[in-house]
């Protein structure tokens, strides 16, 4: 049986945002990298990766019932 994670993805990324991003279904296992994956997410383009507010990255597991945000890269100057 699956889980669900919160999902949010930021600026350029709202493009890629799926339609139930509340209860966006995985497996427990799953890293943040193949949810971007799922999402046909450029992974050069998540660049910034937080996992219940804590800076992770594309490789953090999950296991169901998190909140995850991911940020492009940022520009400046």
Known sequence: MGSHISLNL???LR???PENPDRFP???GTT??????RLS???KQAKL????SVRSDLSTPLKGGERVG????????
Do not use: K
């Open 70 to 77: 991911i940020f492009p890269p940022v520009g400046g100057g």
């Open 15 to 17: 493009q890629y945002m």
């Open 10 to 12: 930021y600026a350029t």
């Open 32 to 37: 943040v990298g193949e949810v971007a994956d």
């Open 49 to 52: 990766v937080f996992v219940d």
């Open 26 to 28: 995985i497996e427990p």
């Open 41 to 43: 997410i450029p992974l």
